[in-house]
């Protein structure tokens, strides 16, 4: 079975118990790496983890975040949403654009 489709499944899976899990897992990435299908399958595996035991620098999420060093911090929501407001104006077409 193809990555791809065990990865889909195992979605599913936790989709249907989505009142048991987050929504998501996150994780740090060296500067330039994009993420492949095997490393995403491998920390969504540590997403039961990261319910049944907490967030650790491995996998963790929004609630519970790590800084890049490994170490437990706290989002600066504040700052967070500014940065997010300013994607979403970047990706609005100019008045002059349709």
Request: proline fraction near 6%; include cysteine.
């Amino acid at each position: 079975m193809s990555l791809t489709k065990r990865c889909t499944r195992r979605c599913r899976r936790c989709t249907r118990r989505q009142g048991e899990f987050p929504a998501y897992v996150i994780w740090w990435v060296a500067d330039g790496h994009i993420p492949d299908w095997h490393e995403a399958y491998e920390r969504h595996e540590h997403h039961e983890h990261l319910h049944q035991h907490g967030a650790t620098a491995f996998a963790f999420d929004f609630k519970h975040p790590f800084d890049a060093e490994g170490y437990p911090t706290q989002v600066d929501r504040p700052a967070a949403k500014a940065i997010a407001q300013s994607f979403t104006r970047e990706s609005e077409p100019s008045q002059g654009e349709h």
